[in-house]
């Protein structure tokens, strides 16, 4: 008897409460949505950074990319070389008055929809290089999406930076065709994290004490202590431990 | 002080001059590093510098900086020829191991001086450098040209008269007509460098392309332009400037003691191994001796240091030529070591840790722990590496006899670090003239024969075992003491001796705030960073900032070789020679 008569699935292992009636097979394989929200939730979760750097930042954006942090998680690892691929420019680094129209050039060769990311104190305001050849902040000359403060900003900013480019281009919305619908782009109004971050802030007196810091890496750890089931500094593999037990 | 001592005090490279007829010899300077420095006249510059790198016994055959000064602000000091403008030559003999500055005094707003570019090929980036940033010209040679700026802009930005901060200038504004000029005036024209689009051959054209700015193999904002016959590289124009951050003009603002931070940033990914020969520079002129503790602080800082470069260089290299996963297992042990750092100094890339006369704190608890599971991990991690990249044929067959040069070559265009040591001279300044307390360390100088993209990476990679090995020594032997030097000049002063009376309380206001006063005096420091010997040379008119800063880096001198390392090769091995070089923009551009 096929399934939507009696509303069981035949043959088909009831998983974890499921009741297999027809409506726990559609709840759990259908996604209904706006096509305007679908196609939002598939920018935000596939944004293409162009693979372009400045000067110090790019190295920590490099750094986000290996996998100790691994920005696949996110599914922005596509680092794209030409600009036409790609979807996010991270101006990385002090932004030249040499280098300026460059970056612009690439800006303009990038397709609709584009975000700018500005990494850095020198890309934010020119930092602490208040200099002839350089930019007091790449928004004099682009829209800036995003703003990561630093000098250079560590990974770990460069990831809540992109989750913040998610949430935004997340809650974009965009025509859909030439007739549907408004035809200009709606882009969100994004709190300022200074402000939100401000009480937790506050509350932060004291620096935490080394045993109190988050375990973040093995070497984070006071001496002789360890964690049941966690490996040890000196317990990881190389390559030829991993081939004698693989065998 | 000028010296007119007697003549047996001199040093013999002085006598050897004024003995020479004719030698224009002027003056001879006492400086504070003790660096023998002679003034000489502009028409006998030339003569003299031919008769120092050729004729003289034990020659100084490498020309390791040239730029110059501005002296039209400087406060008159007791005796020195100075004109409006002087420029400088440092020279330097691998045989007597010691340095030489030359310096000839102008006159005039537009001076010029006779080029030495038939002497040194690497004069040549020098000489466009200080025309581009002081407007002096080099007589005699084919064309002179901007280098960092670019060719549209106004002005000469190190002459003391071209305003400093970009806020000065007006609001930076890029509209289209503008955008299109300066894209205009980055239009690469065969014919402005002598170079002709057309073979002999008839119906056979050279290519041009243009690599970079924004090209992932150039490792950032450098570009080459490369006249190709089919594949084959004819000619390479290299176009740096792109990272230009005015470091030299930064120094004439920032305090001596509010510089340390721009000197992170000349080479960003060798942190603290800028701090130290700029620390040492202004620790000479100063007169502070630096306690054992933190001299065997810094030396540990360093190498490690050393080791983050390495390891950036030897992951991006093996992508360079194909390689793509040992670049993840670098970054991670980089990471390694930058949760040491981070531990010790708050920082990762830019510690900004060196004081004047110290560090700026002691060690903290359990640091050595950190440091002993590193040392402990890391030797077969480099094992591992070497068969992952040095073992592997694809890797050598990229490199092996790739860009090669000769030792002569490397001397005639200012190449250090392992670029150097790679053809066969194990130099380094750390074993050769050794300071902060290296004399102490048990190392070896790694060399390497052939002097291409191969050597350069076993130089490079057997360096990495001898930073371990400094480390561990260090780590067994962190000597007892205080961190600082109690010396009244040390920055920032040590806190404890203020709250006792008013004087060692307003000493300590102006120290902190207005920052210390250096007496007058010259001096640099040449050291063994990690991809070859950077110096900085400050001059102090006896105020609170550097009156002059020169920043002689490695990387500007590699770069200048690439077109004479790549020409003759393929395409493709060029990505191999900039890989092997080791260099970072901003260590080219400052």
């Known amino acids: 008897m096929p399934w939507w008569r009696n509303g069981r699935m035949q043959g088909v292992k009831v998983r974890d409460g499921g009741d297999g009636s027809l409506a726990d097979a559609v709840g759990r394989s259908v996604l209904l949505a706006r096509l305007q929200d679908l196609l939002a939730w598939g920018r935000k979760h596939s944004l293409w950074p162009l693979n372009f750097g400045l000067s110090c930042c790019y190295v920590e954006m490099a750094t986000s990319i290996t996998s100790t942090y691994d920005i696949a998680r996110f599914g922005a690892e596509v680092i794209r070389g030409s600009p036409r691929q790609a979807d996010v420019l991270i101006v990385s680094g002090t932004v030249f008055v040499k280098v300026a129209p460059i970056v612009k050039q690439l800006y303009e060769q990038m397709l609709e929809p584009r975000w700018v990311i500005s990494m850095g104190s020198c890309a934010n305001s020119g930092g602490m290089f208040d200099v002839y050849s350089v930019v007091q902040g790449v928004d004099s000359f682009l829209p800036v999406d995003v703003y990561m403060p630093g000098c250079p900003p560590p990974p770990h900013a460069f990831m809540e930076t992109l989750l913040l480019l998610q949430e935004k281009v997340g809650r974009e919305r965009r025509p859909l065709s030439w007739i549907v619908g408004p035809q200009e782009v709606q882009k969100p109004i994004m709190p300022s994290m200074r402000d939100l971050k401000r009480p937790e802030r506050t509350r932060e007196r004291e620096y935490p004490p080394m045993d109190r810091l988050p375990l973040t890496d093995g070497l984070w750890r006071r001496p002789g202590e360890s964690r049941p089931g966690e490996r040890t500094p000196n317990d990881w593999r190389t390559v030829d431990d991993w081939k004698r037990t693989a065998g | 002080m000028i010296g007119n001592a007697p003549p047996a005090e001199r040093p013999l490279v002085v006598e050897e001059v004024a003995r020479r007829p004719g030698s224009g010899l002027l003056s001879v300077q006492d400086t504070t590093d003790g660096i023998p420095t ?156 002598g170079m002709t689009r057309s073979h002999q051959e008839p119906d056979f054209d050279y290519m041009f392309i243009n690599l970079g700015p924004a090209h992932t193999g150039t490792h950032g904002v450098l570009r080459l332009v490369a006249q190709l016959a089919g594949e084959e590289i004819i000619d390479i124009v290299p176009d740096i400037g792109f990272h230009h951050r005015a470091k030299e003009k930064m120094a004439e603002r920032q305090t001596w003691h509010t510089f340390i931070p721009y000197t992170d940033r000349v080479d960003y990914l060798q942190g603290t191994l800028n701090e130290l020969p700029y620390c040492l520079a202004v620790e000479k002129l100063a007169g502070i001796d630096v306690p054992p503790r933190a001299q065997v602080i810094r030396v540990m800082m360093c190498e490690l240091y050393r080791l983050a470069s390495h390891l950036v260089w030897y992951g991006t290299f093996a992508q360079d030529v194909g390689a793509l996963s040992p670049v993840f297992y670098m970054f991670n042990d980089r990471e390694r070591i930058h949760a040491i750092t981070e531990a010790i100094c708050g920082g990762r890339m830019h510690p900004n840790w060196f004081r004047i006369g110290g560090v700026a704190q002691d060690l903290p608890e359990g640091w050595d722990q950190l440091v002993r599971q590193f040392v402990e991990y890391f030797p077969a991690r480099l094992d591992e590496y070497e068969r992952l990249v040095m073992d592997n044929p694809i890797f050598k067959e990229r490199t092996v006899g790739i860009g090669a040069f000769t030792l002569e070559d490397a001397i005639a ?151 004479f390392m790549a020409r003759g090769e393929l395409l493709p091995d060029l990505l191999a020679i900039l890989g092997s070089v080791d260099f970072v923009l901003s260590d080219v551009d400052r």
């Not at chain 2, 050794?434 to 076993?458: I, L, T």
Request: hydrophobic content about 35%; aromatic content about 12%.
């Open chain 2, 413 to 563: 265009w200012g190449a250090t670090g392992p670029m150097l040591r790679a053809c066969g001279l194990p130099w380094d300044l750390r074993k050769v003239q050794p300071y902060s307390g290296y004399e102490q360390f048990d190392f070896d100088v790694p060399s390497a024969g052939n002097g291409d993209c191969y050597d350069r990476a076993v130089v490079h990679v057997l360096e990495m075992r001898q930073s371990l090995r400094i480390i561990r020594q260090c780590l067994e032997g962190m000597p007892p003491g205080p961190y600082k030097s109690d010396h009244p000049r040390a920055t920032p002063p040590l806190k404890e001796h203020t709250m006792h009376d008013i004087e060692t309380l307003i000493h300590h206001f102006l120290g902190v705030s207005w920052g210390p006063v250096l007496p007058p005096g010259e001096a640099a420091v040449p050291t063994e960073s990690s991809k070859g010997q950077t110096s900085y040379y400050l001059t102090s008119d006896g105020s609170q900032v550097s009156y002059r800063t020169r920043i002689r880096t490695p990387s500007f001198a590699h770069i200048q070789m690439v077109p």
């Open chain 2, 38 to 193: 002679i003034w000489v006249t502009r028409d006998a510059v030339h003569e003299l510098l031919r008769f120092l790198r050729s004729d003289v016994p034990r020659p100084y055959r490498m020309l390791f900086d040239l730029s110059a000064t501005d002296e039209r602000m400087r406060r008159p000091s007791d005796g020195l020829p100075l004109g409006t403008f002087t420029v400088f030559y440092q020279l330097f003999s691998f045989e007597r191991n010691e340095w030489l500055r030359v310096k000839v005094p102008l006159t005039g707003d537009a001076p010029s001086v006779p080029t030495v570019t038939d002497l040194w090929p690497n004069a040549d980036w020098y000489e466009r450098e200080t025309w581009d940033m002081f407007g002096i010209r080099f007589d005699g040679r084919p064309s002179l040209r901007r280098l960092l700026m670019p060719p549209w802009w106004n002005g000469h930005p190190l002459r003391k008269d071209h305003p400093a901060r970009a806020t000065e200038m007006g609001r930076f504004q890029l509209p289209e007509e503008r955008h299109d000029m300066t894209q205009d005036a980055l239009q690469f024209r065969p014919e402005d460098w």
